[in-house]
Every structure is written in C-alpha cells, then in structure tokens.
C-alpha cells in the first residue's frame, strides 16, 4: 500500500494493516475482529451490523466534517468533551466529541439537505 502524505487517513492506515494482520479471513469474519477488537465480544451477536457495509472513521474527522457543513450554512456551534481537549494539546481516554449548536427555524431544512448529501 502506498500513501500519498496529504490523502492520508489515519483509521485508513489502521484498517488497512489490521486486514493484513488477519489476511486470511473473509470480510464477514474480518469485521467480527474489529468489533471484538474496539467494543467488545458481547457486541459480536448484531448480525445486523456485521452482515452491512460500514465505514470507520474516526471522530476527528466526523467532527470536522459537520464543522464544515455548520460553516457553510452560518450556523453557530461549539465543540466540546474529548475532541476538544484534544485538539487544544491535552490527550484525554474518551472518544467522543459534544456538539452545541444553535440553529434558527430557517436553517433546520438547510441542515438537514446538507447532511443528507
């Protein structure tokens, strides 16, 4: 696999080297690996989740994106919780990112056409 430096996604990489790692499963079985791996076994039993396609991305990137989309349309928000400590310098366990937007009547339909795209 070669990367081209400013295309590079971190969960991409990780993805890509934690399917070399398990080369010889099928892609059902490599998708039950990583929800044991990240969530835990007990989560393994949602054939409904295992049986669809799903995207990993990480919560850096899901962030930026709606702070893009929120940008566009002028509509004012604040990120806080784990993504924001990280961003500022400070590391912190959790993986989650808290969204406070304020959004005006005239917006939501703008909104919600721009996150359907």
Not at 7 to 24: H, K
């Amino acid at each position: 696999m070669q990367y081209h430096r400013a295309s590079i996604q971190p969960q991409q990489i990780w993805w890509d080297l934690f399917r070399q790692q398990q080369d010889n499963l099928t892609n059902k079985q490599l998708k039950i690996e990583y929800i044991k791996f990240k969530l835990g076994e007990e989560y393994c039993s949602i054939n409904r989740l295992i049986d669809t396609d799903f995207m990993i991305v990480s919560e850096i990137y899901l962030a930026v994106t709606l702070a893009e989309i929120l940008d566009n349309l002028n509509i004012p928000y604040y990120l806080g919780c784990g993504i924001a400590s990280s961003f500022w310098g400070e590391r912190r366990q959790t993986e989650d990112v808290d969204i406070a937007v304020i959004l005006e009547l005239e917006k939501i339909q703008q909104l919600i056409t721009a996150l359907s795209a």
